[in-house]
């Protein structure tokens, strides 16, 4: 669980940064229609952003680097006090009116565990 501030994060959720949990494909069951949306993320990969079609909320990024993984946003838990970062991530691309938890893992850019946190929830 992360808090990314790229600039893909900061465009596609409308603020600073999209907190993110790493949830396996096979474990997630969605309720109602997502649609899709095909981009590029801040690191050149392409990225499917899934959006609610009711309204708009948007709900979920997948890499296409890391097939079968996907990134949820915390916000959209039924509990989102259970979100609990864990480290920051392109903290270069952060608003300069953003106060960056120092207490967490920083990485200027992507960070070199993030293909390790993908590999943790398939074990």
Partial sequence: MGLCYCRDCQHSTGTSHAPVIAVLSETLDFTGT????DGQSACGNKVQRGFCVECGTPLIGRLEKNPGANAILAGTLDNPSLFQPAFAM??????????????????????????????????
């Fill in 34 to 37: 997502v649609r899709w949306y």
């Fill in 90 to 123: 392109w903290t270069a691309s952060a608003p300069s009116w953003v106060t960056i938890d120092h207490n967490l893992p920083s990485f200027q850019e992507q960070p070199p565990e993030t293909g390790a946190m993908y590999d943790s929830i398939r074990r």
